[in-house]
């Protein structure tokens, strides 16, 4: 029979793949002999299996379940359901990896009408009893029936209204039977049937719901967003309940062993007395700092320090903890490794190194090489900062500078920031259904919530500045406005943030781009020990290229021509050779566009310093070109001597019905070669000249998109041949260069042996290779994706993070056949893809030379290089 439930002490922190993360931990602590409420584990395993089963959990694993829950009662001394001293347990989601806010939990789980009396009695407090009654009925109903949370905070509100309570905590046991009755009707109201009153019931409607909502829709694009596979599952874990809510020598807390924002040392975290769960977390009351704990409760600060540091010398990493005490005795309730800003885990990292915890190889593998681009993140810019108003201030919960148009709900945020504005998103305090209007913000402000509040943890993991716990603030989410400082901020209007300050400024102030030295340097120092990889950027003015060079990029491995097309001095000049009639018209026009190209690939080179670029020959249709409006029509008209009507026509006739496959690429140079004629001129007379100049060691790169078939390639090739060697007789130059091609059509990926011949190195271009491989376009399948994530068809948008089964493989293939027939063909990738994580890993592991991505995803594909070899050894 197969094992589906194991008790905290038959479990260990090397079985988080079967536990998960929380359970595998409390299993570990149970082992190090810490404090710790016992309890048992359902394994992800049994996650699956009920999802393989119709979504119901088998007799078999129900049969465990009870089974272990006799072994709980009888560790504890206690029975489950006993209505005069019952066993409570807390069931609890964990996931191998941690999903902060994704899961709920239950807490106070084995209470009923009955047993509450009974519990009183036993406890000799009523308020606790009750209190703990109607936070059951309340998480129970939420979590398990999904009956709205605010439905309850309103009685809950109502009836403290009508006491004259200000917290929660000045609710008297009558007060709160009150409130237990009210919950009572509107479950009934709700569900259609009175609150469950079998414990049993209770708990396996609980372990349902936890499996459940491993797929509801906020878990969903959480695992999108953080790469975590669908078919992981989560653990349940059931654990005796113990007490914070008993009085004023009890309390919960959560704290860190060091500083999850900044890095620093120390413990760090908050704690409310008489609360229980969640409470801190909430917002509903202000917590109190950890420190504080040394005057209210000593014997207990101290016995938490000593785990505190026990537990990080363990783990060997900065822990996050959760606690309880129950009536002055300490308990633990969770430990895991804290999430933590970017900046943070490069501080951790190298403390843990200078410390002797932890070798450098170890500090570059700990950094979640996507976080890194925070870091990267603006600053504001000081003067622009002296002159602006500081109309507040709250916690600093997120670093960072963020100015932006306020919002007041998640689903403007996202809108706004989808049609392409800054947006600050504030919120009375920020839960899980925010999470994509977070996500679009550049910063978040909330009213409610400690430095551990949801919007500050998940602010913190994406990066993004927030300001949490601003009392001060009045607000009217309805109306959507808000005053604070004497200012009237309404929708729209613009506010700057600092997350590191917690200052909040009217205006929109100016940011600068952030610092790359320090613990920064050093980190990216070792990785670049470690990588194999080289690193390039996607770059096509100096002055993102002087931003990726200072970012670490070795060079260029993409250099889209045609961005240096569309300025207004120059579109003219290609739509009038667009519109040419005869090859010698275009030619003349084509002549008049050498002199910026040319002017462009020479700064270019001279901020390279001898670093080499990919020059890629123009890629577009040429309808991209052509003007629409009826005045630039009129204008170019008159330019070249036509009718309005004449040049509307040729612009007409350009129509494509899928451009994606149309008239682009190297097919322009085969209809026009004197576009590539052109071109290589400018590329050519660049680098010669810069070389002379500057003394840079330069090979061009000349890059030939959108090949399919090796007689194409030469075609072209020839052209652009006969153009560099005749440059460089004029010149009297012996300049070496080389010749290439993208690899991003199918067909490409399959001749790749052939289309070697005459190649000198390939890019695999993974955004149309992905296109063309899937069928479908970049730009338009945002409109279907959504569905294909919740049919599961689809876990992650192939765009973003590549495609290893499918389009992988032609990536694999065209490596293999490609050096099949030219040993020494260089390889690389510069799709999108460049820049993510686990596509980095994929190129190390195919064997390519060199990644390129955008500028500010350098750092990233270095750090990710160096983990890619350091776990690929
Ligand atoms: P999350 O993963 O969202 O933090 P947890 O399962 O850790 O959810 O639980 C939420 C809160 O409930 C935490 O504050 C935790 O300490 C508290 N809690 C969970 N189980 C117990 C228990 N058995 N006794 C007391 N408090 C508990
Ligand atoms: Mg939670
Ligand atoms: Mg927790």
Not at 603 to 624: F, K, N, S
Request: charged share 25%.
């Amino acid at each position: 029979m197969a094992k589906w439930v194991y008790l905290f002490k038959e479990g260990n922190a090397d079985m988080r793949n079967l536990l998960g993360g929380k359970g595998a931990n409390l299993a570990e602590m149970t082992n190090l002999g810490l404090p710790i409420p016992q309890g048992f584990t359902v394994t992800t395993e049994a996650c699956t299996d009920y999802y393989n089963n119709g979504k119901q959990i088998s007799e078999e694993i129900q049969g465990q379940i009870f089974d272990h829950m006799k072994t709980l009662e009888e560790i504890q001394g206690k029975k489950f359901g006993d209505t005069e001293d019952p066993l409570l347990v807390s069931v609890r989601s964990g996931a191998r990896a941690s999903m902060p806010g994704m899961m709920d939990t239950i807490l106070n789980l084995g209470l009923n009408d009955v047993a509450v009396e009974g519990f009183a009695k036993k406890t000799g407090n009523p308020r606790f009893a009750y209190d703990s009654y109607r936070r059951f009925i309340q998480m129970f109903s939420d979590v398990v029936m999904e009956i709205a949370k605010p439905k309850f905070e309103a009685i809950l509100d109502e009836v403290k209204e009508a006491k004259g309570a200000k917290f929660d905590t000045d609710l008297t046991a009558d007060d709160l039977k009150e409130v237990i009755a009210k919950y009572k009707e509107l479950y009934k109201k709700e569900i259609g049937s009175e609150f469950p009153q079998e414990p049993k019931d209770q708990l396996m409607e609980s372990v349902k719901a936890v499996f459940r909502s491993w797929d509801n829709p906020r878990a969903i694009v959480y695992r999108r967003m953080n790469d975590i596979p669908g078919d992981w599952g989560t653990a349940v874990n059931v654990q005796a309940m113990v007490f914070g809510n008993m009085g004023n020598t009890s309390g919960t807390g959560v704290a860190f062993t060091r500083n999850p924002s900044t890095g620093a040392k120390g413990i760090y975290g908050e704690y409310l007395i008489n609360a229980q769960g969640e409470d801190v977390v909430a917002g509903i009351r202000t917590p109190q700092p950890i420190t504080k704990l040394e005057e209210d409760l000593p014997e207990c600060y101290k016995q938490f320090m000593e785990i505190a540091h026990k537990l990080e010398t363990h783990y060997r990493d900065m822990q996050d903890m959760e606690f309880t005490i129950q009536e002055g005795k300490l308990y633990f309730l969770q430990t895991r490794n804290g999430k933590r800003t970017a900046q943070a885990a490069l501080q951790i990292a190298c403390d843990l190194v200078d410390e002797g915890m932890i070798t450098p190889e170890e500090a570059v593998c700990r950094i979640d090489a996507k976080s890194l681009d925070q870091l990267l993140h603006p600053t504001f810019d000081k003067d622009a900062l002296k002159a602006g108003k500081v109309i507040g201030e709250a916690l600093p919960a997120s670093p960072g500078a963020a100015a932006g148009k306020v919002y007041f709900t998640a689903e403007d945020a996202k809108a706004h920031h989808e049609s392409g504005e800054r947006v600050i998103l504030v919120r009375l305090e920020t839960s899980p259904e925010d999470i994509e209007g977070m996500h679009a913000a550049e910063g978040i402000l909330t009213v409610r919530g400690g430095m551990t509040s949801h919007a500050a943890v998940v602010a913190r993991g994406m990066g993004t500045a927030c300001v949490s716990g601003c009392g001060a603030i009045n607000i009217d989410e309805e109306a959507k406005v808000f005053s604070l400082g004497g200012e009237t901020i309404h929708e729209g209007d613009y506010i700057s943030l600092d997350g590191s300050t917690g200052k909040i400024y009217v205006g929109d102030i100016k940011t600068v781009p952030a610092s790359v030295s320090g613990n920064f340097g050093r980190i990216m120092g070792w990785a670049d020990q470690f990588r194999r990889l080289k690193v390039r950027t996607n770059a096509d003015n100096p002055a993102d290229t002087a931003n990726a060079v200072r970012l670490g990029a070795e060079g260029i491995g993409l250099c889209r021509t045609e961005h240096m097309f569309f300025e207004p001095e120059r579109i003219p000049k290609i739509r009038k050779m667009i519109l040419s009639k005869t090859q010698e018209a275009r030619e003349a026009a084509l002549m008049e566009l050498l002199p910026f190209q040319k002017a462009d690939f020479k700064a270019m080179y001279e901020v390279l310093e001898g670093r080499p670029m990919t020059v890629r020959y123009l890629d577009p249709p040429l309808h991209e070109f052509v003007p629409t409006d009826p005045e630039d029509i009129a204008e170019l008209a008159k330019d070249m001597g036509m009718t309005p009507a004449e040049v509307k026509a040729v612009c007409d006739g350009l129509h494509e019905f899928n451009p994606m496959m149309g008239h682009r690429g190297c097919r322009l140079c085969v209809t026009y070669p004197e576009i590539a004629k052109m071109q290589t001129r400018a590329v050519m007379e660049a680098a010669i000249e810069v070389k002379a100049e500057k003394g840079y060691d330069i090979v061009p790169e000349i890059m030939i998109p959108l090949v399919g078939e090796k007689k194409e390639l030469k075609y072209v090739k020839d052209v652009v041949v006969e153009t560099a060697e005749q440059v460089k007789k004029e010149k009297g130059s012996d300049m070496e260069y080389h010749i290439g091609t993208m690899i991003e059509i199918p067909r490409a990926a399959l001749t790749a042996d052939e289309v070697a011949e005459e190649a000198e190195f390939f890019s695999f271009g993974t955004n149309d290779l992905t296109q063309m491989t899937f069928g479908f376009s970049r730009d338009d399948a945002g409109k279907f994706l959504d569905a294909y994530y919740k049919a599961k068809i689809y876990e992650s948008d192939p765009f973003a993070k590549l495609d290893q089964t499918g389009v992988g493989q032609l990536v694999e293939m065209g490596a293999k056949k490609g050096r099949a027939t030219r040993p020494n063909l260089k390889l690389g990738i510069c799709g999108e893809h460049g820049g993510d994580p686990s596509s980095v890993e994929f190129c190390h592991k195919v064997g390519l030379d060199y990644v390129s991505c955008s500028p500010f995803r350098v750092p990233i594909a270095r750090l990710a290089a160096a983990q890619a070899a350091l776990n690929n050894k």
